[in-house]
């Protein structure tokens, strides 16, 4: 009869110990196909405090000095240090400061909103220009996602609007020990902050308020069980080796000593 040595003992036992990781689930697992009869609602992205808006303004004036005096003079980022001053920062008490028109209230107010309210100060009382036009856009929309997929990190996303599966896309979509049916968001609203969760293989995944994400969201993918347990098998695996290297030098170093 064969004797079994050490190291094949542990690496049997190692071996008989391990499973196989549980696939994550599909992404919207059982839809039924809806071709024609979906309507895409998006929200209105209201101004929050700390948001930095870009603003610009516009009249049929054909008085030069116009554009100088009613927007913000714009340094582009370089490696130089200059910073972006084209913005105007929503502060803590939710308003924006004009160098011409003082300060304006913002926050809370969608991006139509704040325009609206902006040309109506050109034109009311007094008219400073006229016909003015006035653009309104986010200069710092962005969302973060962090946990269980490929690239973690904060996204700058240019177009103002972002799903939960766009946002995953970005990141290098989930791990496979990324868990796709309790995905955490983390939102602050109206001066509340909030924790929500989205479970991206059900089939209600659309019908979720956290589908559409909103600036400044936080993405979490937390880990599974397989996660841990993979991590813990491979510091078995490291002491595993270790200790055959062991027993592997001793047996030599025994072995030359006994054929002395």
């Not at 549980?22 to 196909?33: T, V």
């Not at 009869?37 to 008085?63: A, C, F, M, R, W």
């Not at 995953?168 to 868990?179: R, S, V, Y």
């Not at 969760?197 to 400044?216: C, G, M, R, V």
């Amino acid at each position: 009869m064969k004797r079994i040595t050490i190291p094949a003992l542990f690496i049997s036992m190692f071996i008989f110990s391990c499973r196989t990781t549980k696939p994550s689930g599909n992404y919207l697992e059982n839809y039924k196909d809806t071709t024609g009869k979906s309507i895409v609602q998006l929200p209105e992205i209201k101004n929050k405090k700390g948001d930095l808006l870009g603003i610009q303004v516009y009249s049929i004036s054909t008085e030069p000095k116009v554009y100088e005096i009613y927007n913000l003079p714009c340094a582009v980022a370089s490696s130089a240090g200059t910073v972006n001053t084209c913005g105007y920062l929503v502060d803590v008490q939710g308003n924006i400061t004009h160098p011409r028109l003082g300060v304006i209230h913002a926050a809370g107010l969608t991006k139509a909103e704040l325009a609206t309210e902006i040309k109506k100060q050109l034109t009311t009382p007094k008219e400073l220009l006229t016909d003015p036009t006035v653009i309104v856009n986010f200069l710092n929309y962005k969302i973060t996602v962090l946990g269980e997929v490929a690239q973690p990190g904060t996204l700058s996303i240019p177009g103002e609007r972002v799903t939960i599966l766009e946002a995953i896309g970005l990141a290098g979509d989930i791990t496979e020990f990324g868990k796709k049916n309790d995905i955490k968001i983390v939102r602050e609203s109206d001066g509340m902050r909030t924790v929500g969760t989205i479970d991206l293989t059900s089939d209600k995944l659309f019908e979720s308020p956290y589908f559409n994400l909103a600036q400044n969201d936080v993405i979490m993918v937390d880990p599974k069980k397989q996660k841990t347990k993979k991590t813990e098998q491979d510091v078995t695996i490291a002491r595993i080796g270790f200790i055959i290297s062991l027993i592997t030098s001793a047996s030599l170093i025994y072995n030359s000593f006994r054929r002395n």
